[in-house]
């Protein structure tokens, strides 16, 4: 049968933690992939903010959310999609969102899209002060989810650098966990971050 992938990995933590009416966040839409994830388990009554510094990838989110919303009208929840960086999500999604965001997903690297520019891709420095964003906005018990691609130029800078970041987070606020294939040092793997119930951050 096999491992999950990464991405179904990823996709399953969210869904355990974010219900029909809940708020969610793509810190990095890409091709929108979860994008829709996020607004068909949010629900109508839900929310979705969604980031990405290109035009294109935004112009391929809008697309696919077109085509879903076209078969299933009422199924997903309002999307908002910004053409900003993720590290600007804290002052970007409304006041009253901060402590209730059920789940923010990263999928970081470049876009994965034929004609994109492979050279354009997540840097460490936004994608640390996105994360430290993505836990203040964090309702208690919800989630972060991570997909980190070592195998890319600075790819490998940025995992460990997200990896530290989770890693150093104190207990009482979060606990951290990562999904990794052990014989195979570039492939992609995923950190995912839950905020403890009680936590103040």
Same mark, same amino acid.
């Given at each position: 049968?096999?491992?999950?992938?990464?991405?179904?990995?990823?996709?399953?933590?969210?869904?355990?933690?974010?219900?029909?009416?809940?708020?969610?966040?793509?810190?990095?839409? %890409?091709?929108?992939?979860?994008?829709?994830?996020?607004?068909?388990?949010?629900? /109508?009554? @839900?929310?979705?903010? @969604?980031?990405?510094?290109? /035009?294109?990838?935004?112009?391929?989110?809008?697309?696919?959310?077109?085509?879903?919303?076209?078969? !299933?009208? !009422?199924?997903?929840?309002?999307?908002?999609?910004?053409?900003?960086?993720?590290?600007?999500?804290?002052? !970007?999604?409304?006041?009253?969102?901060?402590?209730?965001?059920?789940?923010?997903?990263?999928?970081? @690297?470049?876009? /994965?899209?034929?004609?994109?520019?492979?050279?354009?891709?997540?840097?460490?420095?936004?994608?640390?002060?996105?994360?430290?964003?993505?836990?203040?906005?964090?309702? /208690?018990?919800?989630?972060?989810?991570?997909?980190?691609?070592?195998?890319?130029?600075? %790819?490998?800078?940025?995992?460990?650098?997200?990896?530290?970041?989770?890693?150093?987070?104190?207990?009482?606020?979060?606990?951290?966990?990562?999904?990794?294939?052990?014989?195979?040092?570039?492939?992609?793997?995923?950190?995912?971050?839950?905020?403890?119930?009680?936590?103040?951050?």
């Amino acid at each position: 049968m096999g491992f999950m992938s990464v991405l179904s990995f990823a996709h399953k933590l969210t869904a355990e933690r974010l219900a029909s009416g809940g708020r969610a966040i793509d810190a990095t839409v %890409g091709t929108g992939a979860d994008t829709l994830v996020l607004a068909k388990a949010a629900g /109508p009554r @839900g929310g979705v903010y @969604g980031f990405d510094i290109q /035009p294109a990838a935004l112009k391929l989110a809008e697309e696919r959310l077109r085509l879903a919303r076209e078969e !299933a009208p !009422a199924a997903l929840s309002p999307v908002t999609l910004l053409h900003r960086s993720h590290a600007a999500m804290a002052e !970007a999604v409304p006041p009253e969102w901060r402590g209730t965001v059920s789940a923010v997903m990263f999928n970081l @690297g470049y876009l /994965p899209s034929g004609d994109a520019d492979k050279t354009i891709i997540t840097e460490t420095e936004s994608t640390l002060a996105a994360l430290d964003a993505a836990l203040a906005l964090l309702r /208690p018990g919800g989630i972060i989810t991570a997909v980190l691609y070592p195998g890319h130029e600075g %790819g490998d800078r940025e995992a460990a650098a997200v990896e530290s970041w989770a890693a150093g987070l104190a207990q009482p606020q979060a606990q951290s966990i990562i999904y990794r294939q052990l014989q195979r040092a570039s492939a992609p793997y995923v950190v995912a971050v839950e905020k403890k119930k009680g936590a103040d951050i």
